[in-house]
């Protein structure tokens, strides 16, 4: 189904929706909806926003205050650590998306501010593929800090996903 605007809810069990304008209204019956996410905000499952994934543990929320932002950036990714082990952020390219990075080298960089640092955490970013992982530096600045990692992907990989990678302590913020 497509051009409907959910104009009611009803909690686990229902909503109600109008079609855009000129449509016809059919019949009203069981439908199976697909919604779109901004991730798992729990730390229940390894859901990210649409399509990245995150360590299962790991709590994110989108974020909209000013004091938090990247200059010229709107929203940004936070990011809490539920354990000082390991804790990832990625973006799976998966399928027939992996053919056109073959052979090549792929580089993939972003902004990332540890707000709240609790001893000596760092982070690093990261591309991994079927056939293995490259990481980049290893980050223990606070403040926004660019990082970047290039890679050459082989020609027989069947996965790539570029990422960050955390380690810190409990509690510890990241944007």
């Known amino acids: 189904m497509t051009g409907i605007e959910v104009t009611a809810?009803?909690?686990n069990t229902s909503f109600t929706g109008s079609l855009a304008q000129g449509l016809?209204?059919?019949?009203s019956g069981a439908a199976t909806a697909?919604?779109?996410t901004r991730g798992d905000l729990t730390a229940s499952t390894g859901a990210g926003p649409d399509p990245w994934n995150k360590t299962t543990a790991m709590t994110i929320w989108v974020d909209?205050?000013?004091?938090?932002?990247?200059?010229?950036?709107?929203?940004?990714?936070?990011?809490?650590?539920t354990s000082t082990l390991a804790q990832s952020f990625w973006y799976p390219i998966t399928g027939t998306h992996v053919t056109q990075y073959l052979g090549r080298t792929l580089v993939f960089g972003c902004w990332v501010n540890y707000k709240v640092r609790s001893g000596s955490g760092t982070y690093r970013p990261f591309i991994t593929t079927s056939l293995g992982t490259t990481y980049?530096?290893?980050?223990s600045a606070t403040g926004w800090t660019?990082?970047?990692v290039s890679a050459t992907i082989g020609t027989t990989a069947t996965t790539i996903s570029p990422?960050?990678?955390?380690?810190?302590?409990?509690?510890?913020?990241l944007y």
């Not at 016809?24 to 019949?27: C, I, K, R």
């Open 9 to 11: 809810v009803v909690a």
């Open 64 to 81: 909209d205050h000013a004091a938090n932002a990247k200059d010229g950036s709107k929203y940004q990714v936070g990011l809490r650590l």
């Open 24 to 27: 016809l209204s059919g019949a």
């Open 146 to 148: 660019w990082v970047e």
């Open 136 to 139: 980049g530096t290893a980050i």
């Open 163 to 173: 990422g960050i990678e955390f380690n810190g302590a409990v509690a510890d913020v």
């Open 34 to 36: 697909s919604i779109i």
